[in-house]
């Protein structure tokens, strides 16, 4: 009998360089197996998955966790600046930024 297949996608990225694998993996995979099969943390010897988060579709979940049809697998790095104290040195710089608005660039008005 043949076991049933998901077809699920495996991302990281990192300044410059960026891996999207999409594979087919068996029904009731889990997150940590398939980016084990994905070939990802031979290409980017950096990433841990004792320290590295990981999500689907932008939410974070255990590597435990299985896999569904379609899902879309981050694998996450660590942030290079705190977001709250970002935020604080752009106001203390006088630098307002609405949505939408760049790094550098005014707001709108």
Known sequence: MVEPQVSVEVV??????????????????????VIRQSGVLERFPEIDLANNKVGVFGKATALSATVNEGDRIEI??????????????????????????????????
């Open 12 to 33: 990281f990225a990192r300044p410059g360089e960026q891996a999207l694998e999409q594979l087919q993996v068996p029904a009731g995979s889990t997150v940590e197996s």
């Open 76 to 109: 996450y790095r660590p942030l290079i600046a705190d977001p709250k104290e970002a935020r604080k040195k752009r106001a203390a710089e006088g630098k307002v930024m609405k949505k939408g608005a760049r790094d550098g660039e005014p707001a709108a008005s």
